[in-house]
């Protein structure tokens, strides 16, 4: 039996998918929170180039991919499509499993497909120097790589508990040539504040973000480079989903399900916006699952409001889901889900009701992470098992329903970097953190999921 | 340019070459050491599986691989070829370096492509449980995944200094559902024995494979599986090269230079032996480049004798060159690269002027696995990397000499789990250990080398 659909190099997308020509109703504007008046697109020249600027208010459905920016992609994209047959015989259900494996990439995740195109942007616009922040560093790992792809310099900053407690991500950021500090830095007004409270502080996000925006203002050779939320990001990762309808098709199967996991929202995105345009222009009814951890349920228990996107409430407003700009998500292993705020693309097509939230218990889902290593053979990440573990639940539960069902995981990446969850795992020393703020909601969450 | 040669999954390689056929002269058959005669294949059977051991000693030239095998092959095979252009223009060369990428494999590394096959062999004759040793656990890992996938139990015995000071190839087995246990342990009389004698020895590879045949041969359910060195464990690796001649040729070219870095060899012959055959066939000449570690110089600075695959004397002798079976290699970081012997293929390769050996510090070799993945996204594991830095000194040769060359090398696996060398190296920390017994000879090797 044929498990894994793979796309000739030929068939690689040339144009990313812009999911803002085909919604319904327009994003709202992010705000200058000194006058909550909608914010220029040139008042963010100082961080971004031009062409991801002009990304962020796009209208065009289809936006060409730059040939080199192609070139780069070609390394390791198409990207396989499996079908997890392993994973289905062990469920014993009816549902087909599919998974789109980002995890070929050379950083491992889903990152780099924006990381190479930002690079891109800002080489030919004659930027020298991108600072970044990262917390577990898959970001800055695919930063550094797209940097040093493009010849870029490249200042990372990690986020100080992650710094001390993950050398590994570090150490690839260093193989790249990447600078990196531990956040907070007394590099920066920002950092030397915090520090100044509080010598001892373990950083945030929030005020890593805060440090490589202020790196990245007082030079004009330096720009920003964001990792999510945005929608140039989005953007980019929608790669993923053009790949994977097309190789659905060679597999002569449209999705009924799709479901991602969600921090930021670009690799949900990436894989969900496609579908979502197919569904649309086909009125094929697919349903869009965005999977958060319990502890960190966005939007499960979040507000949707304007707020900051960091804690140093440096950036614009955005609208969005939100637990607060302030919100410390609790130490779980998927760090790459530990975020107060998500795109303002998912706030909006959650609100429309076409995406689903649900939270659920790293233990939970850790126990689907090992079931699917030993069915499939490849550990997902901690942020991917979260996607992986809803698939299984709605394959689990047309098994007892008898039903067929297409489900497709957006799988972010593999887990090689976070071994020592997977030990903890296996040791029952990982803990349940059911205790979040969006427990209750997250319940209900789970029982729309399911077939 | 096309830099990546994908080979379709029609035309995955259906059987496995055996060298055996092509050989001038037979190899020296193993002995047993009680008689110093020649061993009945039958006396292995209380260890292997009968298809392994009749591959043993095959005269085909070419061995039908069982379809289950390839079902599971497909999930990550045909494995990529790539150019190294990023590289190429780095070094200002003209030499054009290919790599054969076998990191795409579930747990990183070649050792899946025999694992699958001797776990099938042994499911299909009725085995329950295989026991095997591993170092730094790469071998472990792939036999952990591939029983998983056939459904069998897996011990492994890991050297107990690899086991406290690598916990995530541990980890990794342990998710694929291993029982691992830190060798020396008091579970075999080898075991006990080394343990009377000193209680807290670190353990060595040769005293683990000792208490894996043990427990292998106290059960009539339990069998033994070796990573390397046998004659069936290389003849399962040759899927390699048979994949890279099509790529090769699909890509218009023919190698000048094949290289491999070997520990037990069967990743140098995975890659080398399909080559072999084509220069045979062909009259083409090919040079076949074996990298190795200065301080383990098995073939660079080794005897050519009979003598034991392990140091506890169990297994029967073999042809080999060795540094004698208690000869005990500095702990470098690859793992994969410390063994006294090597496979008696090798060796008979190597004394028909065939294979070209050579030696190099690891200082020197990281140096090249550091621009290795500066230019081409990809972290070499510590063994690959010797063979990465066998090209890179051919391709600057080739750049003196301003000489085309065709270089392909065989890229055995990713360092995702060695990043604490990486982070070594990067800090200065990393020792040459130039004092190995192969220094001298090393140098003789690599004035041999180059264009």
């Not at 799988?411 to 969006?438: C, K, N, V």
Request: glycine fraction near 8%; aromatic fraction near 8%; charged fraction near 20%.
């Amino acid at each position: 039996m044929k498990t894994r659909f793979d796309l000739d190099q030929h068939d690689l997308p040339t144009t990313w998918y812009n999911v803002l020509a085909d919604l319904d109703r327009p994003l709202k504007p992010p705000l200058d929170p000194r006058t909550n008046e909608p914010i220029a697109p040139e008042a963010l020249a100082a961080l971004f180039p031009r062409a991801c600027i002009e990304q962020e208010v796009a209208t065009d459905r289809f936006i060409d991919i730059p040939e080199p920016v192609l070139e780069v992609y070609r390394r390791w994209r198409p990207t396989p499509l499996h079908r997890a047959v392993h994973l289905e015989r062990a469920l014993r259900t009816r549902a087909r499993i599919y998974f789109k494996y980002e995890g070929a990439s050379p950083t491992g995740s889903h990152k780099t497909n924006t990381a190479v195109a930002q690079a891109y942007y800002n080489r030919i616009e004659g930027v020298e120097r991108l600072a970044t922040e990262t917390g577990a560093g898959q970001w800055g790992s695919a930063l550094a790589f797209a940097c040093r792809t493009f010849g870029l310099d490249c200042v990372v900053y990690m986020v100080r508990i992650s710094f001390e407690q993950k050398p590994y991500r570090k150490t690839m950021m260093r193989t790249f040539g990447a600078e990196i500090f531990a956040s907070p830095t007394d590099r920066t007004e920002a950092g030397r504040r915090i520090l100044g409270a509080d010598p001892d502080s373990p950083g945030s996000l929030g005020i890593a973000i805060s440090e490589a925006i202020e790196e990245a203002i007082r030079s004009t050779a330096t720009k920003y480079s964001l990792g999510s939320v945005l929608n140039h990001v989005l953007l980019h990762q929608t790669i993923i989903g053009l790949e994977a309808r097309r190789q659905m098709e060679s597999a002569g199967e449209t999705p009924d399900v799709v479901v991602g996991c969600v921090g930021g929202g670009s690799n949900f995105a990436g894989v969900v916006l496609p579908f979502f345009h197919e569904a649309k222009t086909r009125s094929r009814p697919i349903r869009f699952v965005a999977v958060e951890p319990r502890v960190c349920p966005t939007l499960t228990g979040g507000e949707t409001r304007y707020d900051f996107g960091d804690t140093a409430q440096t950036t614009p407003l955005l609208w969005m889901h939100t637990l607060g700009h302030d919100f410390v998500p609790p130490p779980i292993h998927a760090g790459g889900l530990r975020y107060h705020g998500v795109a303002p693309i998912i706030t909006h097509l959650v609100e429309d009701g076409i995406i689903e939230p649900v939270a659920f218990d790293q233990t939970d889902v850790f126990e689907s992470a090992v079931l699917f290593a030993r069915t499939e053979g490849i550990l997902p990440a901690p942020e991917t098992a979260h996607a992986v573990h809803a698939a299984v639940r709605i394959a689990r539960d047309c098994a007892a329903q008898d039903e067929e069902k297409v489900i497709l995981i957006g799988f972010s990446g593999h887990g090689h970097f976070d071994m020592s969850a997977y030990a903890a795992f296996l040791d029952g020393a990982l803990s349940r953190a059911t205790t979040g703020a969006g427990a209750s909601t997250a319940q209900l969450g789970e029982s729309r999921l399911f077939c």
